[in-house]
């Protein structure tokens, strides 16, 4: 089922972020490596590999893991947190922060936020954001027959689901249909 809500969320986003540009699935490079006397054992390191970078005029604006969980009544896995700070760690984000998008069926519930600190100093490093996916919503845009509308409410969502309500420019303008619970 992750998959098919993987797919499903990659098409969303690329129909409905016309000036963004959505990566799948694209390896960060040299994030790992062997030393020396293991990389002549092993060649390979791993790649981690978040499942949508999405850019705009060239630069990444967000890194974006979908979890079919809803983490809005579930609690949040270790693995998938450790998962998640890996990317936010990776600087592929120039903001050091890395997203889960969650599928929620009852409303849209508040994003929250891991913060990941150095444990010394407490200084910040970066975070996880939990952002939470209407799909009631989600599939209203889609099967809508309104065309306005649906681009209109379909480019609102999509740009809610990368920049989080928090993050948007005032120049942005949400139908209210984005907001509701």
Known sequence: MNRFYQAVLGRFLQTFLPVHEVIEEQSIKGMFRYDRIEQERTPRAPQPRPDFVV??????????????????????????????????????????????????????????????????NGTGLGEVVLRAVNLEMLEGIVQSDDNRLRDQQGRAMAIVLIYGTGNLASTVTLPKEVYRA
């Not at 896995?77 to 936010?88: F, K």
């Not at 409303?107 to 891991?114: N, Q, Y």
């Open 55 to 120: 850019k705009q005029a060239g630069e990444v604006v967000g890194v974006f893991d979908a979890k079919y969980r809803d983490l809005s009544d579930r609690s949040l896995p270790r693995e998938m947190l450790y998962q998640l700070s890996i990317y936010a760690l990776s600087g592929l984000d120039p903001k050091r922060s890395a997203v889960i998008l969650y599928p929620s069926a009852s409303g849209t519930p508040a994003e929250r936020r891991i913060c990941i600190t150095d444990p010394i």
